[in-house]
T-cell receptor, first 111, second 116 residues
Framework: RKEVEQDPGPFNVPEGATVAFNCTYS??????FFWYRQDCRKEPKLLMS???SGNEDGRFTAQLNRASQYISLLIRDSKLSDSATYLC????????????FGQGTELSVKP | NAGVMQNPRHLVRRRGQEARLRCSPM?????VYWYRQLPEEGLKFMVY????????ESGMPKERFSAEFPKEGPSILRIQQVVRGDSAAYFC??????????????FGEGSRLTVL
């Protein structure tokens, strides 16, 4: 079983749509969580951290459910520029602090 | 302020040759991480280094792969006797304090290795 699992997609949505991505992680000792964004054949970049209370950054909302070991990302009012692969990332401090990346969920926003 | 610099950006090797990938972290960053991304797959952790020390190499294949981060100069990922399965994008990332604090890694643009 992968440490971080995501639906690879692709998710094809029209501009303006709301889309949600889910992610599950297997290590209950995981301590911090993030969403990264990766554009085609480019380097990943941090999108946002995920806090237990949930957090919002503009059109993006991230949620964490530690009991279910589940992380989500909601994108409202999708823009063409949101088209990318969204990577769910987990940090296990007891594994030396390395970041564990999910396979990523591909989003394509169409006009 | 230059970001993480990786070179070469593209490297072509024949089976059995050696590949050397270089990474200069962001200024002021002493933590370096190497990840490998195979086509249509996610990023897989390989190794975590601080200056002159390997902190975690749990993701490194046991043979042919090695990494270093000397006191002076860039970090080097070395692959000896390359095979076709080594073809991938190799990303280097750096941080100032290690991911335990912020979780933010700054990635380079990657080195794409093709083994013929």
């Amino acid at each position: 079983r992968k440490e971080v699992e995501q639906d690879p997609g692709p998710f094809n949505v029209p501009e303006g749509a709301t889309v949600a991505f889910n992610c599950t992680y297997s290590n209950s000792a995981s301590q911090s969580f993030f969403w990264y964004r990766q554009d085609c054949r480019k380097e990943p970049k941090l999108l946002m951290s995920v806090y237990s209370s949930g957090n919002e950054d503009g059109r993006f909302t991230a949620q964490l459910n530690r009991a279910s070991q589940y992380i989500s990302l909601l994108i409202r009012d999708s823009k063409l520029s949101d088209s990318a692969t969204y990577l769910c990332v987990v940090n296990n401090y007891n594994q030396g602090g390395k970041l564990i990346f999910g396979q990523g969920t591909e989003l394509s926003v169409k006009p | 302020n230059a970001g993480v610099m990786q070179n070469p950006r593209h490297l072509v090797r024949r089976r059995g040759q050696e590949a050397r990938l270089r990474c200069s972290p962001m200024k002021g960053h002493s933590h370096v991480y190497w990840y490998r991304q195979l086509p249509e797959e996610g990023l897989k952790f390989m190794v975590y280094l601080q200056k002159e020390n390997i902190i975690d190499e749990s993701g490194m294949p046991k043979e042919r792969f090695s990494a270093e981060f000397p006191k002076e100069g860039p970090s080097i990922l070395r692959i000896q006797q390359v095979v076709r399965g080594d073809s991938a994008a190799y990303f280097c990332a750096s941080s100032a304090t290690g991911t335990a604090n912020t979780g933010e890694l700054f990635f380079g643009e990657g080195s794409r290795l093709t083994v013929l």
